[in-house]
């Protein structure tokens, strides 16, 4: 069965600094994989995707991903971050053949001035 | 022009009461889901509907029953509320079912505190 594994439940970085968030799945099959990030106080949006196209994903807000199979992981960067950039982040996958999403656990980013 | 809309957004109820939160999609999606967010923001799915059939019935309390009266709206009702549903609840939906890379697109939240 698919699952994914968030390594961090929080994460803080000065502003302008990388931003680095783990994901490793588990998965017998191609996995789709996916980051969602909920504001405060708000519902999840999408930030990208995986969908065995391209391995290094690039999605809104400056963020992107890249699927390493060997590694079995996606890890979410960002170059340079923002306050606004402050947040909880989820990585997910589908169960294979649905978009049932399993999540992972989240990583909850802070920002620094 | 909101995508996935959810009433209310705040509830606040004593212990046995019966509540219901409803749900609303305007992107024409198949598929509709819930999912519950605990105080420790880990998210996981209840139910999931595609054009009005249920397709996913997690393992969830029967005091909780969804109810999707087209394909558009899906509600969820709540009976003889226990202190352990305090929670975020979630809405959403994607264009269907069976592609597995379907983005979700999730409504606002309700936030239900139950006393």
């Known amino acids: 069965a698919q699952s994914v594994t968030q390594l961090g439940s929080h994460v803080s970085v000065s502003e302008g600094a990388l931003v680095l968030l783990r994901c490793n799945y588990s998965?017998?099959?191609?996995?789709?994989l996916f980051w969602y990030v909920q504001y405060p106080n708000q519902g999840l949006q999408l930030l990208l995707k995986y969908t065995s196209a391209a391995t290094l994903v690039k999605g809104i807000n400056g963020f992107e991903a890249e699927f390493k199979k060997s590694e079995t992981s996606f890890h979410l960067t960002k170059p340079s971050a923002h306050m606004r950039d402050a947040a909880e982040y989820f990585c997910?996958?589908?169960?294979?053949?649905?978009?049932?999403?399993?999540f992972g656990t989240g990583t909850r980013l802070q920002v620094f001035p | 022009d909101t995508a996935v809309s959810q009433t209310p957004k705040y509830l606040v109820t004593q212990m046995g009461n019966d509540k219901s939160i409803k749900c609303e999609q305007n992107?024409?999606?198949?598929?509709m889901y819930w999912y519950k967010q605990d105080s420790k923001k880990f998210l996981k799915i209840m139910f999931s509907y595609n054009n009005k059939e249920l397709i996913i019935n997690e393992t969830v309390p029967n005091r909780f029953s969804p109810k999707s009266p087209d394909k558009a709206h899906l509600n969820l009702h709540i009976n003889s509320l226990e202190l352990g549903d305090s929670a975020v609840y979630f809405c959403?939906?994607?264009?269907?079912?069976?592609?597995?890379?379907?983005?979700?697109?999730f409504g606002p939240g309700t936030r239900l505190t139950v006393l």
């Open positions: 997910a996958v589908t169960l294979y053949n649905t978009d049932k999403l399993i």
């Open positions: 998965s017998s099959v191609p996995p789709y």
């Open positions: 959403a939906s994607s264009q269907e079912w069976t592609r597995g890379y379907n983005e979700q697109f």
């Open positions: 992107l024409g999606h198949d598929t």
